[in-house]
């Protein structure tokens, strides 16, 4: 298939490499000129694993090609919307100016026929408004959300958990023929996870768009119950890992998505449950979603949390102490500092008046965009010289790995603040430091 992938950037960059290599011949399309000209020198614009060497072997096959001209969309079947939602400024909504531009820019390109999937995150709606800017051109539009992680975005694209099509529907809820023309034409786009055993969810548009945002507020509610456990073990001298280990045997529960920490941060979990509650405002249901406001609180309130824990590990004050802040990216494996829980501590204590160092394998060129303030360092033992207090804040594996012997040699005081969870409490203590943790006494 001739495929368009409109907005090239974690979500579409990746896209579109993965399509090629599953036998498609793709346009990556990006307003961004200096992003495309990475794409184009075959060099990823951002850190993901896998993606330099799949952007190899997509590029390899002379079937991948960006642009940023939307008219080198022209004669693809299918355009893939992949442009970014982020939260309106000042208000929860979403900011859909992006979807409206790249769709009101491809609408002239379009053939009667074609099939332009929404992959967006978008308030429910959207899709139904968009369907009516295309409808003159004669192309069907249908949603697509997409569920990749960053850090295993290429994996999560080649092999899905799941694939689920929004098609336009009847007044009977049933799809449409030119619904089902666009189902055939995605089946054959995704043949082969399909084939590999994918579960699909056909649906309506409305469906498929409250799919992505649904399965969003759910994990951002896991990950905010076991904060709030926390804020109860920390009430009570008990350990929430031990409690999450023992809650998630239960396989109604489960393990995954219950790490107690610094809280949920990045690009989609915090915009998308803050465009949910507003779009259910408009809806009149917003007592329906009334609880993601608690989820959201619980969890901004763990990075106040950390805050108040380096003040009591400093004695009562941090102005003037030193501080090394190991992490800037919002989760590992990923350079996106977007709503980054490390950072947003990193800038809370620097402003309460620390000297705050910070250091991630990936992210401190994005952080230091964002955060021109904070002093950065390459790596832990740099960041952590003559450190006051040291907080562990993204849990990549090189900080789950640190030789706390190592690591004490060159701080002042041996203080660590286990903001996600994964050092081991005894062989810290043992070494002489002091440890706290979230929800661990
Ligand atoms: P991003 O900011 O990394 O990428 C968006 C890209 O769109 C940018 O490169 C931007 O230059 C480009 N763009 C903006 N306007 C354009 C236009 N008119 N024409 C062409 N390109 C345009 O954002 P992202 O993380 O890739 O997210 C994109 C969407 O996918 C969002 O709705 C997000 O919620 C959703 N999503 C993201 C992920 C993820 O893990 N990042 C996962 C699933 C869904």
Not at 282 to 308: H, K, T, W, Y
């Amino acid at each position: 298939m001739r495929i368009s992938v409109i907005g090239c950037g974690y979500l579409g960059a990746v896209h579109a490499a993965c399509m090629t290599v599953l036998g498609h011949e793709v346009v990556g399309i990006d307003v961004d000129e200096a992003k495309v000209e990475a794409l184009r020198a075959g060099r990823a614009p951002f850190f993901e694993p896998g993606l330099p060497e799949l952007l190899a072997q997509a590029e390899g096959t002379g079937r991948l090609t960006f642009s940023t001209s939307m008219s080198d969309a022209s004669g693809a079947d299918v355009h893939f919307i992949c442009v970014g939602t982020p939260q309106m400024h000042g208000e929860f909504r979403a900011d859909l100016t992006y979807v409206d531009a790249a769709v009101t820019a491809l609408a002239p390109y379009l053939r009667a026929g074609d099939v332009v999937a929404g992959k967006s995150t978008v308030p429910v709606g959207t899709a139904e408004r968009v369907a009516r800017v295309l409808a003159p051109s004669g192309a069907v539009l249908v949603w697509n959300p997409e569920f990749l992680r960053e850090g295993f975005a290429v994996q999560d694209t080649l092999h899905p958990d799941r694939l689920v099509y929004g098609l336009p529907t009847d007044d009977e809820g049933v799809a449409t023929a030119a619904g089902e023309k666009a189902r055939a034409v995605l089946d054959e786009v995704y043949a082969k996870p399909l084939a590999d055993g994918t579960p699909l969810v056909v649906t309506d548009l409305a469906t498929a768009q409250l799919v992505k945002v649904a399965a969003n507020s759910f994990l951002a509610t896991k990950i905010s119950f076991i904060n709030a456990m926390a804020e109860l073990c920390e009430a009570t001298g008990a350990d929430v890992t031990r409690l999450a280990d023992a809650i998630g045997y239960d396989p109604r529960i489960g393990r995954k998505f219950l790490n107690a920490g610094l809280g949920f941060g990045g690009g989609c979990l915090p915009k998308d449950i803050r465009a949910f509650m507003a779009r259910a405002g408009e809806l009149g249901v917003s007592d329906a979603l009334g609880f993601l406001r608690e989820i959201d609180s619980i969890n901004m309130r763990r990075r106040v949390r950390v805050v108040d824990l380096a003040r009591e590990v400093c004695h009562g004050s941090i102005v003037g102490r030193t501080v090394a802040v190991l992490g800037a990216a919002f989760k590992p494996d990923s350079d996106d500092v977007r709503d980054s829980p490390a950072l947003s501590v990193a800038a809370q204590m620097q402003l309460q008046g620390a000297h705050v160092t910070v250091t991630d394998p990936q992210a401190i060129e994005n952080a230091r965009a964002k955060w021109p303030d904070l002093r950065f360092a390459a790596d832990p033992l740099e960041a952590a010289a003559e450190a006051d207090v040291v907080l562990l804040a993204t849990e990549w594996a090189e900080y789950r790995d640190l030789d706390p012997d190592e690591l004490g040699a060159v701080v002042a005081h041996k203080r660590i603040l286990d903001g996600r969870n994964v050092l081991d409490p005894a062989r810290w203590r043992a070494a002489g430091w002091t440890y706290r943790a979230l929800g661990r006494p």
